[in-house]
């Protein structure tokens, strides 16, 4: 936990994070933080920051190292000066398999293709990889399409390549997936193609997600407000979710995402994107695995599938 010195919110939250453990063997390290120079050497976007395994699982896009107070906020909107105890727990879970909970034992292969097995969605920056991807993910946010390959010779050139090369390894690590004219399909969250989910912005542009998880990304990744409407596959019933000023509001308050994934190995195209789907109860989720044998995986709770989606697709703008 990163905090700087006197900060009144740092009892608070290494309570809860005591609270969250209940007990397991874990080290809990203090570290204070005196000026920015150390804030950016250790991750710290305000104090507290809480740390797992290095890693902040509340970190929010675009957020500047800071030694200036933190605001949390809650899934009910309110604002606080450290995580909730549950929050913490959400967060642990997703970062130790020993967590009790029904399927915590596989979660972590079932997020592998999600997360490209631990390495994340965000690409390198050398060899133009990220500046060409990033490129991308814009232009789909823009204009609600995939930009053509010669609208990428620029940005690619940037780093003494062509935009056919940088696509093709973005596409050999999935991170994005091409036709068989070399052009983009999708640039995960994102697709060329309209899918179940559809994401409108909050200036009027409508966009395509991949997955549900994926959808649940976007504004996250943007920072800005969206309307995600999906459907139920088996009731088709739908299902919206709005995201307002950082907080997402789910309709029916029922609703949940299944997450799974096939057996098969391949990109997370052709392993899982449409296995993760929006139901509108928890019901209805089990009543599409019982059709689905092939497919394992578990119900994801709002504020699980949430948090899935922040911490795969916020880091990916920034720089």
Known sequence: MLTVPGCPNAPVA?????????????QVELVEVHDETEAVQLGMTGSPTVLFDDTDPFGQAGAAPSVSCRIY???????????????????????????PGEGRCCEQDLLDPIGRAGRGRRAPADCGLRAVHQAVLRHFATTGQAPRITELGPVAAGAGRTAEEVLAELAREDFLTLDDDGQIHAAYPFSAAPTAHRVTLADGTQVWSMCAIDALGIPEMLTTDAVISSSDPVTGEAVTVTSRNGRMEWEPASAVVFVGRRSCDGPAAAVCCDTLNFFTSAASAQSWTTQHPDVRGEVASQARAEQIGRQTFGPLLVS
């Open 73 to 99: 906020r809650h899934a009910d909107g309110l604002v606080d000066g450290a995580p909730s105890t549950d929050e913490l727990r959400q967060a642990l879970a997703a970062t130790d398999s020993s967590m």
């Open 14 to 26: 290494h309570e809860r994070i005591q609270a969250a453990l209940s007990g397991r063997a874990a």
